[in-house]
T-cell receptor
Framework: NAGVTQTPKFQVLKTGQSMTLQCAQDMNHEYMSWYRQDPGMGLRLIHYSVGAGITDQGEVPNGYNVSRSTTEDFPLRLLSAAPSQTSVYFC????????????FGPGTRLTVT | AQRVTQPEKLLSVFKGAPVELKCNYSYSGSPELFWYVQYSRQRLQLLLRHISRESIKGFTADLNKGETSFHLKKPFAQEEDSAMYYCALKDGGSNYKLTFGKGTLLTVNP
């Protein structure tokens, strides 16, 4: 299994540009989520999904869209990039249950100039 | 609302010294807590969960409901323990969501 994969690893955008961060998992996990990691702020949940066709907002959803058309894929779209969205983005997946574990992707480092 | 607090952004110890990374939580129900670790240039991964009462890489963490704490401890720190550590609390209303603390960067000096 490849686990959770993310592309691209690095990206530089200009203010106002749009782009999609890709996330895929091959573990048949129901739950997928997107976090952003900022110095001194920890990990903050952007959006999450509990299954194909079901998404919901996390703590910091503004400026981001998601969709979940398949169990495997959970792309994150930046509609109009802003410098405040400069961050490292992590995708994670998991299965429900007692003592469950979230599996993280390697991250995408995004810089918006 | 549930909350996880890690009061130390940075923690520096010498090799062989004991280390304790603090985590306090705010939650009205029965908590499920985790420690995640991110080594340099590696992805975030689960270190341990309180329900398993396990010791991983020499680390242990005991849930103290009276003090609402879940501190991570290791009696003798090693240089390879240098990493970012996150305490996380499972959302009581979900089987999936986690609330993370802001993290503590541990540096173990030779």
């Amino acid at each position: 299994n490849a686990g959770v994969t993310q592309t691209p690893k690095f990206q530089v955008l200009k203010t106002g540009q749009s782009m999609t961060l890709q996330c895929a998992q091959d573990m048949n996990h129901e739950y997928m989520s997107w976090y952003r990691q900022d110095p001194g702020m920890g990990l903050r949940l952007i959006h999450y999904s509990v299954g194909a066709g079901i998404t919901d907002q996390g703590e910091v959803p503004n400026g981001y869209n998601v969709s979940r058309s398949t169990t495997e894929d959970f792309p994150l779209r930046l509609l109009s990039a802003a410098p405040s969205q400069t961050s490292v983005y992590f995708c994670a997946s998991s299965l429900p249950g007692l003592g469950y574990e979230q599996y993280f992707g390697p991250g995408t480092r995004l810089t918006v100039t | 609302a549930q909350r996880v607090t890690q009061p130390e952004k940075l923690l520096s110890v010498f090799k062989g010294a004991p280390v304790e990374l603090k985590c306090n939580y705010s939650y009205s129900g029965s908590p499920e807590l985790f420690w995640y670790v991110q080594y340099s240039r590696q992805r975030l991964q689960l270190l341990l969960r309180h329900i398993s009462r396990e010791s991983i890489k020499g680390f242990t963490a005991d849930l103290n409901k009276g003090e609402t704490s879940f501190h991570l401890k290791k009696p003798f720190a090693q240089e390879e323990d240098s990493a970012m550590y996150y305490c996380a609390l499972k959302d009581g209303g979900s089987n999936y969501k986690l609330t993370f603390g802001k993290g503590t960067l541990l540096t173990v000096n030779p």
